[in-house]
């Protein structure tokens, strides 16, 4: 436990200048865009240059870049992330109110992705040269070939519009109905706490289109990286001697072979997780989905600084814990990577 303890601060330190770096290029950037939030705020009737003028200083952008990111950076540490002059609300509880659904999002189209990839890369990585190794390989060329919100507006003009089997895809529930009591934040998870059928029914109906879209675009990297790493093992000198020993397919296949595939196919479901959290923004446009994703996006279009660098901020801190906990599974699956010493 001691050194467990001592490996995860040490990968904590090594991930604080990563964070830094997301929260100063973020900063820079969102000050070189041309737009103005000054200008925006002041689109009323009766607006004029000093009115302009008065909103910049009101919101400290008359002062120099590195002077505006010390200010910010000390909000930063006194858990401040400042106020969206879109919503009106504090940063931090339009990003809390939002997370649940990106979390339902990513979390279900992830594990539907995973349910599906894996076996599928296994598959194909037994049987080289099948029918099952064409389709994954034409599965992960796809995948990587369209942009997760072309499949989104594939999905909607195939099952909404051409079949009338999906409902509309605008939000997360049927503004006919009366949403359940927020416990969570999921609706799935409240309302089956409520105990309301007709509610779960509605979240679950609405939630298909988006959760595929998403499981899509994260199938063909999975896929991709599992097979490889399956026939790269099932190649090696001591699967060859465990099946000339005469052990079953099964075992050789699931027990020796998957656990030293594991490491690559570990990495790989980190990495998509990470990019699946952050990449989510066009998904949830497209669906009207209001995550974490759409409200970065609405503030980068009303050049709303502190939302976009406050959702920058969140996927770097949630990504740097995907790689932590990636870390900590080395050590479980293969002591001689993962040293925690």
């Not at 950037?29 to 003028?53: K, N």
């Not at 699967?239 to 690559?264: D, E, Q």
Request: glycine share 10%.
């Amino acid at each position: 436990m001691p050194a467990l303890l001592s490996f995860i601060g040490k990968r904590s330190l090594a991930t604080l200048p990563i964070l830094a770096g997301a929260l100063v290029f973020t900063f820079v950037v969102m000050r070189l865009l041309p737009a103005d939030p000054a200008a925006f705020l002041a689109s009323g009737p009766g607006m004029g240059p000093e009115e302009i003028e008065a909103i910049r200083i009101n919101l400290g952008l008359d002062r120099s870049i590195p002077e505006q990111l010390l200010i910010y950076a000390g909000d930063i540490l006194r858990g401040d992330l400042g106020r969206s002059s879109t919503t009106g609300e504090t940063v931090v509880d339009d990003l809390a109110a939002r997370l649940p659904a990106s979390l339902e999002l990513t979390v279900t189209g992830f594990l539907l992705a995973m349910l599906v990839a894996l076996p599928l890369g296994i598959a194909a990585a037994a049987r080289p040269g099948s029918w099952i190794d064409h389709l994954c390989r034409i599965i992960a060329t796809a995948g990587t070939s369209l942009p997760s919100f072309v499949i989104g507006l594939l999905l909607i003009h195939i099952f909404y519009f051409n079949l009338g089997w999906a409902p509309e895809p605008v939000g997360r529930f049927d503004m006919m109905l009366f949403p359940p009591p927020v416990v969570t934040g999921s609706m799935v998870i409240d309302a089956v706490l409520a105990g309301d059928g007709a509610a779960l029914r509605s979240v679950l109906g609405r939630m298909v289109l988006p959760c595929l879209t998403m499981a899509l675009f994260a199938l063909a990297p999975l896929a991709r990286i599992t097979r490889g790493a399956m026939i790269g093992v099932l190649a090696s000198d001591f699967v060859v001697a465990a099946r000339a020993a005469g052990l079953p397919r099964r075992m050789v296949l699931w027990h020796y072979a998957l656990h030293n595939a594991a490491v690559p196919i570990v990495t790989t479901l980190g990495l998509v997780f990470s990019y699946m959290l952050g990449a989510n923004v066009l998904v949830e446009k497209v669906f009207a989905w209001p995550g974490i994703g759409s409200y970065a996006l609405d503030a980068v279009m009303n050049a709303d600084y502190a939302p976009v660098q406050g959702f920058v901020l969140l996927v770097a801190v949630a990504f740097a814990l995907v790689n932590l906990l990636i870390d900590i599974l080395y050590g479980l699956i293969d002591p001689r990577v993962g040293r925690m010493g």
